[in-house]
């Protein structure tokens, strides 16, 4: 034809954030994963039949509309969409998660993400006790997952029993020594047990991880001064 839409000198380059849909289930959809940059012109482009309507009207502005602005209409099937339980969770609406939850895992119940955030929701909403159902479930599926073995040690944490957390955080500390939180809750945990040989190691190996970090610094050398002053002379 004669008229065209030439190509930008400049295109945009977008906020570096995208929206995800993982695993969209619906009409002709048959386990579709995709990325939406944001800040950009996106165009879905696909043979008719393809699924184009039923991704972005059907489950991506459905989900957002019903995660944003409490829209009634009902997304497609997607495990977990758009995060929308951590949307729920963060304004403090635990139950509905759960329930968002629920329905991922009636279809796809092995899904370690969904079971992951649901435990988190039940943690928040005050059921320990199933939450922590929820985190062995996902470490027996995922016995090398660090914030699942971390999350089960702080409900237990939760439940005032340092016996049972410390393990649990032994685990996410070995698994992965640069987890932000592992190591300093474990410390912090072996501290209150009196077990200061046991906390000055995780401490050594924090370091080892992180050479800038002031709290296992100060407590380590602490540990370090109280050892010596308590040595015969």
Known sequence: GRESIAVPERRREGSGKEI????????????ITAR???????????????????????????????????AEAEPGATEPMLRLGHIRMMQNRSAEAIVLFDKVLAQAPGSVAALMNKGLALKAAGDFDAALDQFRQVTSLKPDLDTAWFAMGMTWLAKGDTAQAAPCLAQAFEI????????????????????????????????????DNVRARFYLDAYRARDTAAQPR
Request: charged fraction near 25%; hydrophobic fraction near 35%.
């Open 20 to 31: 995800s849909v993982v695993r969209a289930r619906e009409h002709n959809l048959k386990e």
């Open 176 to 211: 992965n020594p640069r987890h932000p939180s592992a190591g300093d809750q474990l410390a912090n945990v072996y501290r209150h047990m009196r077990r200061m040989d046991e906390a000055a190691e995780v401490y050594t190996k924090m370091l080892a991880a992180y050479p």
């Open 36 to 70: 939406f940059p944001l800040g950009r012109f996106t165009c879905v482009t696909g043979v008719s039949g393809s699924g184009k309507s039923t991704l972005v009207n059907e489950i991506l502005h459905r989900g957002l509309a019903r995660g944003l602005h409490r």
